[in-house]
């Protein structure tokens, strides 16, 4: 090991000006040599004072801003270097002098001491050099042969606090879940993905079957269905996402439920799964439960997978401060979740809507509910569909919006919308489906209907005559229509419309919709984001 010199002088410091007679400062007319020059002070002395002089304390308040400002401008999320230089951003420090090595080693909380491994690290540069610090590995393993860097440093679990590898391939996750068989006491970070559809099952013996201070936890496509187990012993669990369950990882509603009675600190859970056959046994199930688990810190809930499987997990759990509920559901001919409209009820963010949103594309159909304080545009609650056809699309999301959802009578504002110039779709569609579809929103006093939709929207409304011309959308009072509808068919039909309901007392306004205006709200311009950041569409 290369020897230290005792200490370092490295700074320079301007002493203070002298005390007890006034500095006399000569005021000189700007010259061409030197234009810049225009207080000259008499005081041209400098001292050299030796960094050394400063106490600890004072060099570990600048060791910590020193490290802190060069993590952040190493932060790089898909840069293994960039990751690695930032998390040891405190080496450079260890080789100035051997004070400095002592003050460093001496305050690893205060200065985030951490050793990084990557795929490529070797592990004797890591692990027998430096004192018995933290660590952290992380990188991806697509690129990776060997595993031998890996493994060798899974076998100092009790110095792990995290580990974070992707595009890991079957048999490298097989020997990560192999030498993952033990505890790993210290463990708060755990992250692991794969895209292998054949990947191994995780034994219900890893880490050892407990992890007491595991604080994030992160899967994807990593079949475990002994996981509610492990979840018992993570009581400081915060966040919990789950992407791409396999069916054979798949765990009971119930089994979900036990383990987060015990998870007081989540706050965040993403549960989804990857095929509908992960759904709950019909001849296994219960009648409703007399008590709730109450998840306190709860305030985000993704779910992707079957109506029966996210209705039979409502009806256990509550979550009084969750604001924002995102479900993706796939295909399915009955949606039937009495048990999550009632949890919705129950949940005073979600429950009054006060705008809706509902976007159709050629692959799913979106209705995204907002409430008053909903903030930059996000929907507190998002129910995505997974169907092609337009049809399917309007029958499955009449049922959602009857079933599932809260109440709709309190939406003001209705916007239909398509993200696409061209939607590829038969014509198809029945007058009584878009009815259907429109008989919930009572409330709504404002309709904003965009391009290829309108057509269907204004033919079903003229159809409505007589008595019946107020049975739908009672409420409504102005009708915005998208390019390039300003005239032609679709404005004569609803014009047919509007004249039926000026007949019967409830006149409506008609105006022209710019959809790919932003709106805004309260002076500020709105971006929304149409699906959740977590979920796969």
């Excluded at 559901?329 to 809507?353: G, M, W, Y």
């Amino acid at each position: 090991m290369i020897p230290l010199p005792p200490q370092a002088t490295l700074f320079q410091a301007t002493p203070p000006l002298p005390q007890g007679r006034p500095t006399q400062v000569i005021l000189t007319p700007p010259s061409a040599g030197d234009i810049s020059k225009r207080i000259q002070p008499r005081v041209k002395r400098q001292l050299k004072i030796p960094i050394d002089m400063f106490p600890d304390e004072v060099l570990l308040a600048i060791f910590d801003f020193h490290v802190v400002a060069q993590r952040k401008s190493a932060h790089t999320p898909f840069s293994q270097v960039a990751t690695k230089k930032g998390t040891e951003a405190w080496l450079s420090l260890t080789h100035v002098c051997r004070r400095w090595r002592n003050i460093v080693f001496g305050s690893p909380c205060r200065l985030n001491l951490h050793l990084a491994c990557t795929p490529r690290t070797r592990a004797i540069d890591t692990l027998d050099v430096w004192p018995d610090l933290c660590l952290l590995i992380r990188g991806s393993m697509s690129s990776v042969s060997s595993m031998d860097n890996i493994i060798a440093v899974l076998g100092r679990g009790n110095r792990i606090c995290t580990i974070k590898l992707w595009e890991l391939a079957s048999w490298q996750l097989d020997k990560v879940s192999a030498a993952m068989q033990k505890p790993f006491p210290g463990m708060s970070n755990l992250q692991l993905r794969t895209s292998d559809k054949s990947a191994p099952v995780v034994p219900d013996s890893f880490l050892g079957g407990s992890a007491p201070y595991l604080r994030h936890l992160e899967l994807e496509r990593i079949p475990f269905p002994g996981l509610p187990k492990l979840l018992l012993s993570a009581i400081h669990l915060v966040t919990l996402r789950l992407h791409n369950i396999p069916h054979s990882g798949y765990f009971s509603p119930e089994a979900m439920s036990t383990c987060l009675s015990v998870l007081s600190s989540l706050k965040e859970i993403c549960l989804e799964f990857e095929s509908p056959l992960s759904r709950p046994d019909w001849e296994s199930r219960r009648p409703p439960t007399p008590t709730r688990v109450v998840l306190p810190a709860l305030t985000y809930f993704g779910f992707k997978g079957v109506s029966e499987y996210m209705d039979d997990l409502m009806v256990l759990i509550d979550a009084p401060r969750l604001n924002y509920l995102y479900i993706v559901f796939f295909n399915q001919v009955d949606f039937d979740t009495p048990q999550l409209a009632q949890f919705i009820s129950r949940t005073p963010r979600l429950k009054t809507p006060f705008e809706a949103h509902v976007t159709f594309d050629n692959y799913a159909v979106l209705v995204e509910l907002q409430s008053r304080t909903s903030t930059f545009g996000y929907g507190d609650l998002k129910v995505k569909i997974s169907c092609r056809e337009l049809d399917w699309q309007l029958s499955s999301l009449a049922q959602v919006c009857t079933s599932s959802l809260p109440p709709l009578s309190t939406a003001e504002s209705l916007y239909i919308e398509h993200p696409h110039s061209q939607l590829d779709w038969k014509n198809n569609v029945e007058n009584t489906q878009w009815l259907e579809f429109l008989r919930p929103f009572v409330a709504v006093k404002s309709l904003y209907v965009s391009g290829e939709l309108a057509p269907g929207i204004a033919s079903a409304l003229q159809g409505l005559v007589g008595g019946g011309v107020t049975e739908v959308l009672p409420a409504l009072g102005s009708i915005s229509l998208g390019e390039p509808h300003r005239s032609g068919p679709v404005r004569e039909a609803i014009g047919k419309f509007i004249a039926a309901r000026q007949l019967s007392g409830h006149p409506i306004a008609i105006s022209e919709w710019y959809e790919s205006s932003r709106r805004y709200e309260n002076g500020k311009s709105i971006v929304r984001n149409k699906f959740s950041p977590y979920l796969s569409h």
